[in-house]
């Protein structure tokens, strides 16, 4: 509880900071760490960088939410929310203390997939819990879905292995089985942060599994710039095969397969908790929201083997307690990727994003091609409209779905296309939304 307390006093202390600066107030920002944020490009305002021109922004009339199903269609703390392929309309939501149902938001009917309460008793912190779950694309011959979550005693990431029981059917919908568990990955957490988790099956049969720097400030062990650590990446596994004594296989093209002096599973790196991963069905570009520290809010394209900055960089600017740390790797600091848009906290803009998909649905043709996506502690939901020049992307304009209103609870953790790519989106309280013209 304590540690509850200490995240959510540390959500405030950024809101009254946001107060601050939009009120025009000096400011002189000290970190955890005990470094002034005094210096560097924007030493003028107390900041480490110039404050970049905002995105403009302008509200899209005629979207709204819409409630889906009444309070025993409600999921709390909802963690990951995906199809089920070969089942028409049905979905299974992840619930963080560990309630896994299927569900049919069409209809409202919902039925468990798998009860994971027991193994998540203990787990009582801000961030732990149930963070991930895809199905394996083959799911209708080999009945196999792919679960991350977090354990302590010691504290500790997992993705497994797990498959549906034999011929078990319930109004079309599946039932897991608890005791085909395969351990994939078991890494150990530093600290009780930042997990990651995010899961999603691309186009090339790999399994995409994203893992935070394991927290708390600063990613005071630079774990997420470290090639040789896991933390802080995106991994790409082959899982129908076996590299040695892995209980996985590496793909032969991943970008450090070869490379001794990196570990052979990432991908991406240079992240600091990657909360939302989507292939783009159409363009088959991998998106990644990360969530900042103090002032940024990133949507990134991921590349394979690139480095997002984190933590050397937190958004567009270094982070201070970073400055002049030695690149683990030559010339990593000058091939940093920007991300595509960084929202700031500096503007009020909002202090946890929530990834996020490319809409390519049906209902809403003013959406097309934009990525949505949403802020946990100001309870908007975007649509950001993007311009694509060869392999790269320019964001042009933000819109405005939702905003929280006075009164209304409405701290979005899940955003998601449903089963006709339709926005759903699941607030921390339980409830389900649909984002759809009104």
Not at 161 to 184: I, Q, Y
Not at 198 to 219: A, H, Q, S
Not at 283 to 296: E, H, I, S, Y
Request: with cysteine; charged share 20%; aromatic share 10%.
């Amino acid at each position: 509880m304590a540690f509850v307390l200490s995240f959510r006093f540390e959500r405030v202390a950024r809101l009254l900071l946001v107060l601050l600066l939009a009120e025009g107030l000096p400011l002189r920002a000290v970190t955890e760490t005990g470094l002034a944020l005094n210096s560097g490009p924007g030493a003028g305002s107390g900041l480490p960088g110039e404050l970049p021109p905002a995105l403009p922004e302008t509200r899209m009339d005629g979207v709204g939410l819409t409630r889906v199903g009444d309070e025993a269609f409600e999921f709390d703390s909802p963690a990951a929310a995906v199809p089920i392929p070969g089942k028409p309309g049905w979905m299974v939501v992840a619930m963080q203390r560990g309630e896994l149902w299927c569900v049919h938001p069409a209809s409202g009917k919902k039925q468990m997939f798998l009860d994971f309460r027991r193994r998540m008793q203990g787990i009582i912190l801000f961030e732990e819990g149930v963070h991930g779950i895809v199905f394996h694309p083959q799911f209708a011959s080999n009945g196999q879905f792919y679960l991350s979550y977090s354990q302590n005693d010691p504290r500790r990431s997992l993705l497994v292995e797990m498959s549906v029981k034999p011929g078990h059917v319930k109004s079309g919908v599946v039932e897991a089985d608890p005791t085909s568990e395969r351990v994939l990955i078991e890494l150990p957490q530093p600290l009780a942060e930042h997990w990651g988790g995010g899961l999603t099956f691309g186009p090339d049969g790999c399994l995409y599994y994203g893992i935070g720097d394991g927290g708390l400030r600063d990613d005071p062990y630079r774990l997420a710039q470290n090639p040789w650590s896991l933390n802080g990446k995106v991994l790409r596994l082959d899982v129908d095969t076996r590299t040695g004594s892995l209980p996985y296989g590496i793909p032969k093209d991943n970008p450090f397969a070869h490379d001794q002096m990196a570990r052979a599973e990432i991908w991406a790196m240079g992240l600091r908790n990657p909360w939302g991963l989507h292939f783009d069905p159409m363009t088959r570009d991998l998106w990644c929201a990360d969530v900042g520290q103090d002032f940024w809010e990133e949507i990134n394209l991921l590349q394979a083997g690139g480095n997002y900055g984190w933590s050397d960089r937190d958004g567009p600017w270094p982070l201070p307690a970073h400055v002049g740390a030695k690149a683990h790797r030559d010339g990593a600091a000058s091939s940093f990727i920007e991300p595509v848009h960084a929202y700031s906290r500096l503007r009020g803009e909002g202090l946890c994003i929530i990834g996020g998909f490319v809409y390519r649905g049906k209902k809403m043709p003013a959406l097309q091609g934009q990525y949505v996506f949403a802020d946990w502690a100001m309870g908007r939901v975007w649509s950001l409209e993007m311009a694509r020049e060869g392999e790269r992307y320019t964001a042009l304009h933000r819109h405005l779905l939702h905003e929280r209103v006075e009164g209304e609870s409405f701290n979005p953790t899940v955003i998601v296309p449903d089963p006709d790519g339709e926005p759903l989106a699941l607030s921390q309280d339980g409830s389900v939304f649909r984002v759809e013209l009104k």
